[in-house]
C-alpha cells in the first residue's frame, strides 16, 4: 500500500510526497515568522499518523502543542477550504518529553566516552594540537580499561597526563602542559554551561527514540531546546551529531521500505556546521549520505539552504522554502542561489517569488517515485490537525506523568566499576608494601625496579582520582564513527 503525505496546494493542485522517499532527507528553510515551524509540524505530525516514530527539537518552545489536538478557527477552515484537504480532524500525538537539563522532560545522557574525542574536541572548539591531546587521552583510557563516563573523569584522566607526559612520550607522543591547560579550561566554561547534566548514566536508549503507540502512530520524540541553544549552542549540535552517527551504526539495513524507520527534525542546521573542521563535515556528509539506507530521514530546519553545505543540499530530496527579504545586495545574490537549488518551473520566476511569499506560502518540490525532483511549485502550506503553540506548564506535567519512560532516567546511577576496584587494588598494595616495611624495619627497601608506564598509570591515576573527585565511575563503551562508541 503507498502512503502519501499531503503537504500543501494552491487550490489547482496539491503537492503530496511519497512516504517511500521520505528516507531521501529534506530542508526547511525562511525568514524568521514565515512558517518554518507550522511546516515542520505538520510534516512531523503526518509522519507519525503514518506510524513513522519521529524525533524533534523545539528551539523556541512552541512545538509542544503537537501533544494536544488544535481547535476550530475560521482561518482554518478557511485554508482547509482553500487547499482541499479532505477528511480533516484536529487530533492529537503521542509525544514524550525530553530535556537535557531535565526540566521540561525526561533528562537525556550520553557518556564522554560516547561522543568520541572528534565531536568531544568540536564541541570544546579546540586546536589541532589540542585535539590531538583529547585523542592521546582517549587512546590511553582505551588501553588500560580508564573508560570514560562524564567530565571529572576526563578530567582527572588529562591531570595524570599531564603529570606523566615524559613516561608517556614515547608511545602516546608530545602531551603539553599547556594543551592540558588549555582545554581544562574550556571544560570549565561546558561545566558553567550545564553540561555535567548531560555527561552521566544512564544513557539514553536509542530504541526509545524509535516507538509506535498501542494505535501504531509514531511516537514524537520532542527535545525541549530553549534553555539548550542559548547556554550551549555547541553542546546541541554536538548532540544531535552523536544522535546521527549512533543511528547510523545500530539501526539495522532495511533497503527500500515504504516508509521510514524514524525522521529527525534538525532545527537551527546552521549550528551543526558553524565553525566545524572539515574532517567533521566529512563525516557528517558521509552518513546523510548513507543513513537512508537505515530507513532513517534527516530535515534541516534553517533560514538559509545555503547554511547547509553543498555536499550535503545535494543530497536532500524534499525542498521547502519559505519567504527571504532582500534588504542588501548580498540578500539578493542569496535568493538567485537559492532559486537555483530548484528544478525550473516555466510558470514561475522563482527568485521573485521567493521575495513575495506570504507566511504560511512556500516554493515546495518533492521527489517522483523515481528519485526525480519535481518542478517547483507555489502552495499554501496545510494546517496543522495538533494544538499551534505551546501547551501549559500542567498539561506537560501530565503528558510527562503517563510517559513509559517515567523514572527510567531520573536517576544518576554511580554504581561500583573499575574506578573503586582500581582504587582498592592500590589501597591493598599500599597496605601490603607498607606492612613490608614495618617488618623489614628498612626505610630503603622500597624496590628500585623501573614501572612500566602502563603500571605508573594504574596508580597515579587511582589516587590521582580518589584525592580530586572521590566515588566517581570509570566506565563506558569505546569506538565510533565519530571515535567514541563501540
Known amino acids: 500500500m503507498v502512503k502519501e503525505m499531503l503537504i500543501g496546494g494552491n487550490g489547482e493542485m496539491q503537492v503530496i510526497m511519497d512516504a517511500a522517499m521520505a528516507n531521501r532527507h529534506g530542508v526547511i528553510s525562511g525568514a524568521t515568522g514565515t512558517g518554518k515551524t507550522i511546516t515542520l509540524q505538520i510534516l512531523a505530525e503526518s509522519f507519525s499518523q503514518l506510524g513513522v516514530p519521529v524525533f524533534l527539537a523545539d528551539i523556541k518552545g512552541d512545538l509542544s502543542g503537537i501533544s494536544?489536538?488544535?481547535?476550530?478557527?475560521?482561518?482554518?477552515?478557511?485554508?482547509?477550504?482553500?487547499?482541499?484537504?479532505?477528511?480533516?480532524?484536529?487530533?492529537?500525538?503521542?509525544?514524550?518529553?525530553?530535556?537535557?537539563?531535565?526540566?521540561?522532560?525526561?533528562?537525556?545522557?550520553?557518556?564522554?566516552?560516547?561522543?568520541?574525542?572528534?565531536?568531544?574536541?568540536?564541541?570544546?572548539?579546540?586546536n589541532d594540537t589540542q585535539t590531538g591531546v583529547v585523542y592521546s587521552c582517549f587512546k590511553i583510557a582505551d588501553d588500560e580499561g580508564m573508560l570514560l563516563l562524564?567530565?571529572?573523569?576526563?578530567?582527572?584522566?588529562?591531570?595524570?597526563?599531564?603529570?606523566?607526559?615524559?613516561?608517556?612520550?614515547?608511545?602516546?607522543?608530545?602531551?603539553?602542559?599547556?594543551?592540558?591547560?588549555?582545554?581544562?579550561?574550556?571544560?570549565?566554561?561546558?561545566?558553567?554551561?550545564?553540561?555535567?547534566?548531560?555527561?552521566?548514566?544512564?544513557?539514553?536508549?536509542?530504541?526509545?527514540?524509535?516507538?509506535?503507540?498501542?494505535?501504531?502512530?509514531?511516537?514524537i520524540s520532542l527535545l525541549d531546546a530553549t534553555i539548550l541553544t542559548q547556554k550551549s549552542p555547541r553542546l546541541y549540535a554536538v548532540f544531535l551529531l552523536w544522535l546521527l552517527s549512533e543511528l547510523y551504526e545500530n539501526m539495522p539495513e532495511v533497503g527500500d521500505a515504504d516508509k521510514p524507520k524514524l525522521v529527525l527534525f534538525f532545527d537551527e542546521a546552521h549550528l551543526l556546521f558553524e565553525q566545524a573542521p572539515r574532517v567533521l563535515v566529512d563525516k557528517i556528509e558521509q552518513i546523510v549520505r548513507l543513513i537512508r539506507s537505515k530507513g532513517v530521514g534527516?530535515?534541516?530546519?534553517?533560514?538559509?539552504?545555503?547554511?547547509?553545505?553543498?555536499?550535503?543540499?545535494?543530497?536532500?530530496?524534499?525542498?521547502?522554502?519559505?519567504?527571504?527579504?532582500?534588504?542588501?545586495?548580498?540578500?539578493?545574490?542569496?535568493?538567485?542561489?537559492?532559486?537555483?537549488?530548484?528544478?525550473?518551473?516555466?510558470?514561475?520566476?522563482?527568485?521573485?517569488?521567493?521575495?513575495?511569499?506570504?507566511?504560511?506560502?512556500?516554493?515546495?518540490?518533492?521527489?517522483?517515485?523515481?528519485?526525480?525532483?519535481?518542478?517547483?511549485?507555489?502552495?499554501?502550506?496545510?494546517?496543522?490537525?495538533?494544538?499551534?503553540?505551546?501547551?501549559?506548564?500542567?498539561?506537560?506535567?501530565?503528558?510527562?506523568?503517563?510517559?513509559?519512560?517515567?523514572?527510567?532516567?531520573?536517576?544518576?546511577?554511580?554504581?561500583?566499576?573499575?574506578?573503586?576496584?582500581?582504587?582498592?587494588?592500590?589501597e591493598q598494595a599500599d597496605l601490603e608494601e607498607n606492612q613490608a616495611l614495618r617488618s623489614k624495619k628498612s626505610s630503603n627497601s622500597r624496590s628500585k625496579g623501573r614501572q612500566s608506564a602502563g603500571e605508573a598509570m594504574l596508580k597515579s591515576a587511582a589516587r590521582s582520582i580518589g584525592s580530586q573527585i572521590g566515588r566517581q565511575i570509570i566506565r563506558g563503551i569505546m569506538g565510533s564513527l565519530f571515535g567514541g562508541r563501540r
Open 298 to 426: 534527516v530535515y534541516f530546519i534553517s533560514q538559509s539552504p545555503l547554511d547547509i553545505p553543498e555536499d550535503i543540499l545535494g543530497q536532500l530530496g524534499l525542498k521547502v522554502q519559505h519567504a527571504l527579504r532582500a534588504y542588501t545586495p548580498k540578500d539578493k545574490k542569496v535568493i538567485k542561489a537559492v532559486a537555483d537549488t530548484f528544478r525550473d518551473n516555466p510558470k514561475l520566476d522563482v527568485e521573485q517569488v521567493i521575495k513575495e511569499l506570504q507566511t504560511g506560502e512556500a516554493l515546495v518540490s518533492v521527489l517522483n517515485k523515481d528519485g526525480s525532483p519535481t518542478q517547483v511549485e507555489r502552495i499554501l502550506i496545510k494546517p496543522p490537525q495538533s494544538q499551534m503553540g505551546p501547551v501549559t506548564a500542567a498539561e506537560r506535567e501530565q503528558i510527562i506523568s503517563r510517559s513509559p519512560y517515567k523514572g527510567r532516567y531520573d536517576q544518576d546511577i554511580d554504581r561500583e566499576s573499575a574506578y573503586e576496584i582500581l582504587k582498592k587494588r592500590v
Open 68 to 126: 494536544r489536538p488544535g481547535k476550530a478557527h475560521e482561518k482554518i477552515t478557511e485554508r482547509v477550504e482553500q487547499i482541499k484537504v479532505s477528511g480533516f480532524n484536529f487530533q492529537a500525538n503521542p509525544t514524550v518529553f525530553w530535556d537535557i537539563f531535565a526540566k521540561q522532560g525526561h533528562p537525556v545522557r550520553a557518556t564522554i566516552s560516547d561522543l568520541g574525542p572528534l565531536l568531544i574536541s568540536h564541541m570544546l572548539e579546540l
Open 150 to 219: 562524564d567530565l571529572k573523569d576526563f578530567r582527572v584522566m588529562l591531570n595524570w597526563m599531564g603529570e606523566n607526559s615524559k613516561a608517556l612520550k614515547s608511545e602516546y607522543g608530545n602531551i603539553s602542559s599547556a594543551s592540558i591547560g588549555a582545554i581544562q579550561r574550556r571544560l570549565l566554561v561546558l561545566d558553567e554551561q550545564g553540561a555535567s547534566e548531560f555527561f552521566g548514566e544512564p544513557a539514553v536508549k536509542l530504541e526509545d527514540f524509535c516507538r509506535t503507540d498501542f494505535s501504531g502512530n509514531g511516537v
